[in-house]
């Protein structure tokens, strides 16, 4: 796009009527080159749109080439960060479950609040996620950033094994969160909301050219501020707050060339709530609402992130980005984390009394070259870079402490953390990464075309446990592809087959302990078949997609034995998966998905009680195998609008053997907006509509339910929000 032109789109969007329905064009429009189409044909601003599947969307998560889901052999849902806060949706969790295909949360404190489930696999290990097309290393199976939508332009969520992009860790998928851009027409937005359970946020985005009428349209920014805290819906120590912070600057001196400097904040300090007891294998009324952690509770996670992105094209044939980042985070926790009712006693058992921090630094650079071209007389995309980085990890733990209290079910003193159970340094480990990747599309005919894609991670640990000295290093291999083909019948659809091939750590790789690093890396591959299209001039937007994944090189234990001791089992899923956006009636509209699954472990053995047992059959821990989100929005009139949203999950499992049952769940949301003025909005929303009790998590004894972590009760916000 020239200047000029990209000039006359602004002034367009400039004179557009001003409404939070769908804001300002100028001010969500993102002029960096990072967000205009790869391809010469089409070339424009490819802000995601609230509604719809945005199949036309250029992405970058799915492919660096910059295609759109219609020219991608993948599943990819992109999601809107406007449709995620018109919904009301003020989590990243939130946003990726209710509006993504087949994704369900398993957060926990534990991991971060950061714990997502994907075509058959869960954890942070097996679906892996990025800010900005960069990816986190995962430390002891936690992740907590990014966590707020208020920053957010789009999520784009890649399901299936993803490692020809970013990796090990990603054999459920890739979710990939995509900040707001600097812009260079002046946009302010403000939104303040209150509700049940003493919620408070207040939240600002602002944006615009600097010094314009000295340097014209060269220097924008964005900033970004979302707080929020609440008393909680738990007592005691229910109550949470956090703060996101997001700012970006751009120095864009010509056409071809931009660069952006960018930093975030995430501060949370959550509910310290780990579970409610189960009582006959129930969550009686009485103590829904309990939370039998300690009085002295803290939880606290920091993160801050800094990126210098740099983006030239020296031609119309070649694209050179580069990308160097440093990431902080800092987490503490001092908690009683396991609760188990005693039917002996009538009493709550209370164990893991755990003090942990975790210190973790990752400095990194990637750089990527896209060249266009011909072979053969043939269209021809190739794209190929390198990915480098380094990791210091430390952790700080009490694992040393043994202690356990009881209390009553009721009118209990929850008490406080002993001080002589605190922490003390444990280990620390330094990791290198450097990784090569590649990725092409060759236009066979015009309506044709045929991808590969490959990637190489050769990372080396090092680990020091600060109590005895002792010291190990391992170098690992991690290889990844992925070829396919895409037929376009029609401009406005796609048939699609792929191939692709991923690996898993055994553990989160940065913090593998001596007994796991002698293991491989798990292995798993993926065929998929799938159509996707738009019909009715655009109006209605569908995708279908048929898979099957393998993976391998599970951990065994030997029969006989408590310790870990061959890699010798297996594990698959097989699954269907539907999604659409369609406008039914005038003012009606209809989004959804669908995603129906077979899971089971192929080959799997742990020892429980001394005697080896075969879960060979059984459904994997965490996975349901139904999944369904509906979102009907009603526009009886031009200021209101009505939305509710429907979400199905089906039954999960806490134990290896599927005796630990958590129940299927349906929650509904609804949404009231009222459009006050031309830049106003007021909206109501209300969360679990019919106040389900409904298991996020849970946790299993020898095959028996001990507690779950349930979700969030009815509750009601009213929002206002404001744009100038």
Same mark, same amino acid.
């Not at 429980?608 to 060979?616: E, K, L």
């Given at each position: 796009?020239?200047?000029?032109?990209?000039?006359?789109?602004?002034?367009?969007?400039?004179?557009?009527?001003?409404?939070?329905?769908?804001?300002?064009?100028?001010?969500?429009?993102?002029?960096?080159?990072?967000?205009?189409?790869? =391809?010469?044909?089409?070339?424009?601003?490819?802000?995601?749109?609230?509604?719809?599947?945005?199949? !036309?969307?250029?992405?970058?998560?799915?492919?660096?080439?910059?295609?759109?889901?219609? %020219?991608? @052999?993948?599943?990819?849902?992109?999601?809107? $960060?406007?449709?995620?806060?018109?919904? /009301?949706?003020?989590?990243?969790?939130?946003?990726?479950?209710?509006?993504?295909?087949?994704?369900?949360?398993?957060?926990?404190?534990?991991? /971060?609040?950061?714990?997502?489930?994907?075509?058959?696999?869960?954890?942070?290990?097996?679906?892996?996620?990025?800010?900005?097309?960069?990816?986190?290393?995962? $430390?002891?199976?936690?992740?907590?950033?990014?966590?707020?939508?208020?920053?957010?332009?789009?999520? =784009?969520?890649?399901?299936?094994?993803?490692?020809?992009?970013?990796?090990?860790? &990603?054999?459920?998928?890739?979710?990939?969160?995509?900040?707001?851009?600097?812009?260079?027409?002046?946009?302010?937005?403000?939104?303040?909301?209150?509700?049940?359970?003493?919620?408070?946020?207040?939240?600002?985005?602002?944006?615009?050219?600097?010094?314009?009428?000295?340097?014209?349209?060269?220097?924008?920014?964005?900033?970004?501020?979302?707080?929020?805290?609440?008393?909680?819906?738990?007592?005691?120590?229910?109550?949470?707050?956090?703060?996101?912070?997001?700012?970006?600057?751009?120095?864009? @001196?010509? @056409?071809?060339?931009?660069?952006?400097?960018?930093?975030?904040?995430?501060?949370?300090?959550?509910?310290?709530?780990?579970?409610?007891?189960?009582?006959?294998?129930?969550?009686?009324?009485?103590?829904?609402?309990?939370?039998?952690?300690?009085?002295?509770?803290?939880?606290?996670?920091?993160?801050?992130?800094? %990126?210098?992105?740099?983006?030239?094209?020296?031609?119309?044939?070649?694209?050179?980005?580069?990308?160097?980042?440093?990431?902080?985070?800092?987490?503490?926790?001092?908690?009683? =984390?396991?609760?188990?009712?005693?039917?002996?006693?009538?009493?709550?058992?209370?164990?893991?009394?755990?003090?942990?921090?975790?210190?973790?630094?990752?400095? /990194? #650079?990637?750089?990527?070259?896209?060249?266009?071209?011909?072979?053969?007389?043939?269209?021809?995309?190739?794209?190929?870079?390198?990915?480098?980085?380094?990791?210091?990890?430390?952790?700080?733990?009490?694992?040393?402490?043994?202690?356990?209290?009881?209390?009553?079910?009721?009118?209990?003193?929850?008490?406080?953390?002993? %001080?002589?159970?605190?922490?003390?340094?444990?280990?620390?480990?330094?990791?290198?990464?450097?990784?090569?990747?590649?990725?092409?599309?060759?236009?066979?005919?015009?309506?044709?075309?045929?991808?590969?894609?490959?990637?190489?991670?050769?990372?080396?640990?090092?680990?020091?446990?600060?109590?005895?000295?002792?010291?190990?290093?391992?170098? *690992?291999?991690?290889?990844?592809?992925?070829?396919?083909?895409?037929?376009?019948?029609?401009?406005?659809? &796609?048939?699609?087959?792929?191939?692709?091939?991923?690996?898993?750590?055994?553990?989160?790789?940065?913090?593998?302990?001596?007994?796991? &690093?002698?293991?491989?890396?798990?292995?798993?591959?993926?065929?998929?078949?799938?159509?996707?299209?738009?019909?009715?001039?655009?109006?209605?937007?569908?995708?279908?997609?048929?898979?099957?994944?393998?993976?391998?090189?599970?951990?065994?234990?030997?029969?006989?034995?408590?310790?870990? $001791?061959?890699?010798?089992?297996?594990?698959?899923? %097989?699954?269907?998966?539907?999604?659409?956006?369609?406008?039914?009636?005038?003012?009606?509209?209809?989004?959804?998905?669908?995603?129906?699954?077979?899971?089971?472990?192929?080959?799997?053995?742990?020892?429980? #009680?001394?005697?080896?047992?075969?879960?060979?059959? !059984?459904?994997?821990?965490?996975?349901?195998?139904?999944?369904?989100?509906?979102?009907?929005?009603?526009?009886?009139?031009? #200021?209101?609008?009505?939305?509710?949203?429907?979400?199905?999950?089906?039954?999960?499992?806490?134990?290896?053997?599927?005796?630990?049952?958590? @129940?299927? *769940?349906?929650?509904?949301?609804?949404?009231?907006?009222?459009?006050?003025?031309?830049?106003?909005?007021?909206?109501?929303?209300?969360?679990?509509?019919?106040?389900?009790?409904?298991?996020?998590?849970?946790?299993?004894?020898? /095959?028996?339910?001990?507690?779950?972590?349930?979700?969030?009760?009815?509750?009601?916000?009213?929002?206002?929000?404001?744009?100038?």
């Amino acid at each position: 796009m020239s200047r000029l032109h990209r000039r006359r789109v602004l002034a367009l969007a400039a004179q557009a009527p001003l409404t939070l329905i769908l804001p300002p064009a100028g001010a969500q429009e993102a002029v960096t080159l990072d967000q205009l189409a790869v =391809e010469g044909e089409g070339v424009g601003l490819t802000r995601a749109s609230p509604t719809g599947l945005n199949l !036309r969307t250029p992405d970058r998560t799915v492919s660096r080439l910059g295609l759109t889901p219609l %020219q991608t @052999p993948a599943s990819v849902d992109i999601v809107s $960060g406007e449709t995620a806060r018109l919904r /009301g949706q003020d989590s990243i969790a939130d946003a990726v479950t209710q509006d993504a295909t087949g994704i369900t949360t398993i957060a926990a404190p534990g991991n /971060g609040n950061g714990a997502f489930t994907s075509r058959g696999f869960a954890g942070p290990n097996s679906v892996q996620q990025l800010y900005d097309g960069t990816r986190f290393y995962v $430390g002891a199976n936690t992740v907590t950033f990014p966590f707020d939508t208020w920053n957010v332009e789009r999520i =784009e969520v890649l399901r299936g094994p993803s490692s020809v992009l970013y990796g090990d860790g &990603a054999i459920g998928g890739v979710i990939n969160v995509v900040p707001k851009k600097p812009v260079f027409v002046p946009i302010n937005v403000a939104r303040a909301v209150v509700g049940s359970d003493g919620i408070a946020r207040l939240a600002l985005d602002s944006g615009g050219g600097i010094a314009q009428q000295e340097f014209g349209d060269t220097f924008a920014y964005r900033l970004n501020v979302s707080g929020n805290r609440a008393d909680g819906w738990l007592r005691p120590e229910g109550d949470f707050r956090n703060l996101a912070v997001s700012a970006a600057l751009l120095f864009q @001196p010509s @056409p071809d060339l931009a660069v952006t400097l960018s930093h975030d904040l995430g501060y949370q300090e959550p509910a310290r709530y780990w579970g409610t007891p189960l009582v006959e294998g129930r969550i009686p009324d009485l103590i829904r609402f309990n939370n039998y952690n300690v009085r002295d509770a803290k939880i606290t996670w920091a993160d801050n992130w800094t %990126q210098l992105k740099a983006e030239w094209s020296p031609s119309a044939d070649i694209t050179l980005r580069n990308t160097a980042y440093r990431l902080t985070s800092r987490r503490h926790w001092l908690d009683v =984390e396991q609760y188990a009712y005693n039917r002996g006693t009538g009493l709550v058992d209370r164990s893991d009394y755990l003090e942990i921090y975790h210190s973790q630094e990752q400095v /990194g #650079n990637r750089f990527d070259a896209t060249l266009r071209g011909d072979i053969l007389g043939l269209p021809n995309q190739f794209v190929a870079g390198f990915d480098v980085n380094h990791i210091d990890f430390r952790h700080t733990n009490n694992f040393y402490f043994d202690q356990s209290t009881s209390v009553p079910l009721t009118g209990y003193d929850p008490g406080f953390f002993p %001080q002589n159970g605190r922490a003390r340094p444990a280990y620390a480990t330094q990791t290198s990464q450097a990784s090569v990747f590649a990725e092409d599309r060759l236009v066979l005919t015009d309506k044709l075309s045929f991808l590969t894609g490959v990637r190489l991670d050769v990372p080396t640990l090092q680990r020091q446990d600060l109590q005895t000295g002792a010291q190990f290093e391992r170098t *690992y291999r991690a290889l990844g592809y992925r070829f396919g083909l895409v037929y376009n019948p029609t401009p406005d659809s &796609a048939l699609y087959a792929q191939y692709s091939f991923a690996t898993d750590p055994v553990n989160s790789l940065i913090t593998l302990s001596q007994s796991l &690093a002698g293991f491989k890396l798990a292995t798993g591959d993926q065929i998929e078949v799938g159509a996707k299209g738009l019909a009715f001039g655009g109006a209605l937007e569908w995708t279908i997609a048929g898979y099957r994944i393998v993976k391998d090189n599970l951990i065994s234990r030997l029969p006989g034995s408590s310790a870990v $001791g061959v890699q010798v089992g297996s594990q698959s899923s %097989q699954g269907f998966e539907l999604a659409l956006g369609w406008p039914i009636a005038p003012g009606w509209r209809l989004d959804g998905n669908l995603a129906l699954l077979h899971a089971q472990y192929d080959s799997f053995t742990q020892v429980v #009680n001394g005697a080896a047992v075969d879960y060979a059959g !059984r459904q994997p821990i965490d996975v349901p195998e139904r999944v369904a989100n509906l979102w009907l929005t009603w526009e009886p009139t031009r #200021n209101w609008t009505a939305r509710i949203g429907w979400q199905n999950v089906g039954t999960t499992f806490s134990d290896f053997g599927n005796t630990a049952r958590r @129940p299927a *769940y349906n929650l509904v949301n609804l949404v009231l907006d009222r459009q006050v003025t031309e830049t106003s909005r007021l909206s109501l929303r209300v969360y679990n509509l019919f106040d389900k009790v409904y298991a996020i998590s849970g946790n299993a004894v020898n /095959g028996v339910g001990t507690n779950w972590l349930l979700g969030r009760p009815r509750s009601f916000e009213v929002a206002y929000t404001v744009a100038w």
